[in-house]
């Protein structure tokens, strides 16, 4: 009898966006100098990116 492989469950995280659920291996990420994002999508990092640029977080962060 031939085993079939049981695929290993795929870690989930949240959109920095809309919050969707997305698996790991399918999110587009955007990584920082502190931090990685995860987004769904490009029409959600367009919008991460747009909010960001309003208004841009202070360089000394302590």
């Known amino acids: 009898m031939t085993r079939k492989p049981v695929p290993a469950s795929d870690e989930m995280v949240s959109c920095e ?11 587009k990420r955007f990584e920082a100098e502190d931090y990685v994002a995860h987004f769904c999508g490009l ?13 841009p977080l202070p360089k000394n962060r302590k």
Request: with cysteine; aromatic share 8%; charged share 40%.
């Open 17 to 27: 966006v809309c919050l969707k659920e997305v698996p790991l291996s399918e999110v």
């Open 43 to 55: 029409d959600c990092y367009a919008e991460w990116k747009r909010r960001s640029e309003k208004s």
